[in-house]
């Protein structure tokens, strides 16, 4: 405990609970933070790409060229999708500050079980998709709970927990897969499981480009919106995370809550592999399935700053990043600059960040020093 | 405003000088137009209603924050600090009303954190202990080095921090509402400390709202009310009343007497309660204690007796054995959630960390603890316009000085804090009210009107559970007051047949007696 006045937390709950000292002016100095995060990373990757012999005009102007044309965009859409659901998993806990490092756990693992399901249904089309994404759900809540239980009961801080389940779920997954899930009927070419049938896939918004899971995703984040920001138990989260001590003493379980959000987090985690299973590998397979968007949602989570609008904008813009990086790759520029750049992104936010709280707090004391040379002090 | 400039005492330097100092901040002033004169080697207390300022003028001088306008002068030096460090470097310190000690860390290691000793880099243990001890020496305190934070007292946690602010050279200590938390005998030790580093030449400033300490150990004293210095005075030229007078603008309104007799109906039977402390010792051990509806009982002791572990195990937060029913229904195996709704309300010790989120809204603030009332919910949703209303009725009632109830905790006095959590837990109109200091950092003036609001709940036959280190309040509430030492009730007493002194003699453990 600081002062009398001073907010209480760590740096890091510092980062995650932006101050809602002055509500509009906040989220306003939010949004520039952010946007000069980029800025800065982009400046950063452009001294690197320098370095390096490359022409970082030459590569910039390759990535904006790329993203003119509606296909880009509809690109930057696709990939944007399972970043969003990544995202809002691991916001759902920073709002009480529950870290969820097993977002890729729980999500190869409910791929693999809906994927497994919805091939043995035999369901009409919205119902067979609706079930699977029910599965999916409830298989990446049953992931997760396993770091739910450990944490409550065992008291294994959920950093470690869910990062170590990360591995044991690759290994059950693959031990699922390879004894009982793999189908080889198509010769052993393709590993995946049983083809979905088509009352599983997911229609496309425009064909060939961009499925329908980019409008879930959406309704998705109304979701997160509504439930952490209006929903009385979206109260509770928060008070949680504002101050776990003055909750617990108000009543708010944090064991449950605990569970609680740690359940959602990892039910929100089950969506972000069913682009590609529902809608273009129609199956599970370790090759098909990417394994990358767990911790890329840590990093759009941050960028967003766990807000609902944050995490779509920071989601799309790592999606028009990733979009690029074939382009990239014909311009002969190598195409792990995306990475580079996300990455710095990453980091500039957490230390830009704590550089505009200072700057916003010495405008203020100006501000009101000029009403005071003015007479308002009376 | 009475002012002396005496030849003999006029004559020493001035260590601090603070002149047309203003702060804002959103939608409010803080400060304005202050001006403070401390002389070098004297006591100098300031006092002032909730939110006249005054924590806010002693960061600006420590160096916390930058303000608007205005000068600060230390030892005859124009001064412009831009962080506590440059405070430091000048030889002011500050002892913060909540302690920031680390608990796991030794008294020694805690002292020397942030600026530890070194010789070529290497930390100095050896050179620090004999300047902390010789520190010690001169300022009367007795503390083991070796032992951690964790196993000391308010007092002694007071006093590490005191020595580590001198540790660090400074001349000119702060005190932000150091008697706050101490009962009467710590308090007399902790003056007898101050007054022992006033004679070797140093400078005290702190602030109280407790006027007869005030009056008792200060050499100056200077009144703050809305944002500024209105009067500068001495013990010798003044008297309670005259001073909270000039604090507040009018006189003081005298408590009430009891009107309506205690009921017979028992609200709050605790029986046989045990918790378990460190190394194997109970914390609580062993207390039975029942509270009828119309009564007040208050617990008296030394902080770290057991209180705070007896009524958070009321409350179902720390593990305890033993029973607690509340108005008949048997809650012993219940949550926290349905202890309340049993009828429990609850008045935190730490309003930071039991009470208050500190960087959410007012609003959202009052509505903790009560989020599950379907007055405040509309369907799964919070209603926040009922919430928003409710805060709004606990401002004006509670007199909780603020812009809006849309304003962040933090940026309330923490008298004004203390205010809302007070309101929060009495709107609830529980049966059984677990209050633990409810006027800790409150003014003189709200504190009577709490103790009203507390008196008028009694009188509707609500049963109050009343902890506290101020023994005026004790006395002057209480029907009964229970003995609280080393986690036992050690003795029952009639606060019409007992003294302050007498009862402070029962809470030291120096006498121990059964009932009276
Ligand atoms: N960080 C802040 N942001 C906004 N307003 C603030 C902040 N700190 C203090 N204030 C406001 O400044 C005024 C003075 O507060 P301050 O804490 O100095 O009062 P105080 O005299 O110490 O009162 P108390 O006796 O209750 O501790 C109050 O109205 C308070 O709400
Ligand atoms: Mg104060």
């Known amino acids: 405990m600081t002062t009398d006045a001073a907010p209480t937390g760590g740096p890091l709950a510092k980062i995650l609970t932006p101050s809602r000292a002055s509500g509009l002016r906040t989220s306003a100095t939010t949004l520039a933070s952010s946007l000069l995060a980029v800025l800065i990373a982009l400046t950063i990757s452009a001294a690197l790409l320098a370095l390096t012999g490359k022409n970082p005009i030459d590569a910039y102007s390759t990535i904006i060229q790329t993203g003119a044309s509606a296909n880009k965009l509809l690109e930057m859409m696709r990939r944007a999708t399972p970043l969003i659901f990544s995202a809002v998993a691991v916001a759902v806990g920073f709002k009480m500050n529950i870290f969820n490092i097993g977002v890729q756990g729980q999500y190869l693992f409910a791929a693999l079980i809906a994927a497994e399901a919805g091939s043995h249904l035999g369901l009409p089309l919205p119902i067979h998709i609706a079930v699977i994404m029910i599965v999916a759900v409830v298989a990446g809540a049953a992931w997760a709970s396993i770091a739910a239980y450990l944490k409550v009961s065992k008291n294994v801080h959920e950093v470690i927990s869910t990062i170590m389940l990360n591995y044991v779920a690759l290994s059950v997954i693959q031990w699922l897969f390879e004894n009982f899930f793999r189908d080889d009927r198509d010769g052993g070419l393709n590993v995946k499981t049983t083809l979905l049938p088509d009352s599983a896939r997911m229609p496309d918004i425009v064909d060939g480009r961009l499925n329908g899971m980019f409008i879930v995703a959406l309704i998705v984040v109304a979701i997160f919106w509504l439930v952490v920001y209006k929903s009385t138990f979206g109260f509770k989260l928060r008070a949680s995370g504002f101050n776990a001590t003055a909750a617990s003493t108000a009543g708010i379980s944090a064991r449950k809550m605990t569970v609680i959000a740690l359940l959602i987090s990892g039910g929100v985690s089950g969506f972000v592999a069913l682009q590609s299973v529902m809608g273009e590998a129609f199956a599970y397979g370790p090759n098909a399935t990417p394994t990358e968007f767990g911790f890329a949602g840590i990093a759009v989570a941050l960028l967003g700053r766990n807000h609902p609008i944050g995490i779509v904008v920071s989601a799309l813009l790592f999606g028009f990043l990733d979009s690029t990086s074939a382009e990239l790759q014909l311009a002969l520029v190598p195409n792990s600059i995306v990475k580079v750049i996300q990455a710095i992104i990453v980091l500039t936010v957490v230390i830009v960040n704590e550089a505009t709280i200072r700057r916003m707090n010495i405008r203020t004391a100006e501000r009101a020093r000029a009403e005071l040379a003015a007479g308002g002090a009376s | ?516």
């Open chain 2, 1 to 516: 405003m009475s002012t002396h400039t005496s030849s003999q005492d006029g004559q020493r330097p001035l260590a601090v000088q603070l002149s047309g100092i203003g702060k804002r901040f959103p939608g409010v002033i803080a400060n304005h137009d202050v001006a403070l004169t401390v002389r070098e080697g004297t006591i100098h207390a300031i006092v002032g209603e909730n939110g006249a300022g005054k924590s806010t003028l002693m960061k600006t001088l420590y160096g916390m924050q930058q303000p608007d306008t205005g000068t600060i002068t230390v030892n005859g030096e124009m001064q412009h600090f831009r962080s506590p460090s440059d405070a430091i470097a000048a030889g002011i310190g500050m002892v913060h009303q909540h302690f920031m000690l680390a608990d796991n860390l030794t008294v020694l290691e805690n002292i020397i954190l942030g600026s530890e000793p070194n010789r070529r880099g290497v930390l100095d243990l050896k050179s620090a202990r004999e300047q902390i001890t010789s520190i010690m020496a001169s300022v009367g305190a007795d503390l083991d080095l070796d032992i951690p934070v964790s196993e000391l007292g308010v007092g002694e946690r007071q006093r590490v921090e005191i020595v580590k602010v001198l540790f660090r050279g400074a001349r000119i200590l702060i005190l932000d509402e150091p008697t706050a938390v101490l009962v009467p005998e710590e308090v007399d030790e902790l003056f007898a400390t101050l007054h022992r580093l006033v004679e070797d030449g140093a400078t005290v400033i702190f602030i109280s709202h407790k006027l007869d300490e005030v009056l008792k150990v200060s050499d100056d004293i200077t009144v703050m009310r809305q944002g500024t210095t209105v009067a500068e005075t001495r013990p010798d030229a003044i008297d309670r009343s005259g001073l909270a007078e000039l604090m507040v603008g009018s006189e003081l309104p005298s408590p009430a007497g009891r009107s309506t007799p205690v009921g017979t109906a028992i609200r709050l039977d605790i029986a046989k309660l045990t918790v378990e402390g460190k190394e194997g010792r109970p914390a609580v051990e062993d207390v039975s204690l029942r509270i009828h509806s119309g009564e007040i009982l208050g617990i008296a002791g030394v902080e770290g007796n057991g209180q705070f572990e007896l009524c958070t195990a009321l409350l179902g937060i720390t593990e305890s054995t033993g029973n607690v029913t509340v108005d008949g229904r048997d809650v012993t195996d219940e949550s926290t959630r349905a202890r309340y709704e049993a009828g429990l309300a609850y008045i935190p010790f730490d309003r930071h960390r039991e009470g208050l989120m500190l960087t959410a809204p007012l609003w959202e603030n009052a509505l903790l603890g009560r989020e599950d009332d379907v007055d405040f919910q509309r369907g799964p949703f919070v209603n926040a316009a009922t919430a928003r209303q409710s805060t709004t009725e606990i401002i004006q009632r509670f007199g909780v000085l603020t812009p809006s109830e849309t304003t962040p905790a933090f940026a309330l006095s923490g008298g004004n804090q203390q205010k809302l959590v007070v309101g929060r837990a009495l709107v609830t109109s529980p049966s059984v009210l677990i209050a633990a200091h409810p006027t800790r950092g409150i003014d003189v003036g709200a504190q009577a009107a709490v103790w009203d609001e507390i008196r008028s709940a009694r009188d509707n036959g609500m049963a109050v559970l009343l902890v506290s280190a101020d023994l005026e309040e004790l006395l002057g509430l209480s029907d009964t007051i229970a003995v609280m030492f080393d986690g036992r009730i050690t003795a029952t007493l009639n606060p019409d047949d007992i003294t302050a002194a007498e009862l402070g003699s029962y809470m030291t453990g120096a006498v121990q007696e059964a009932t009276k």
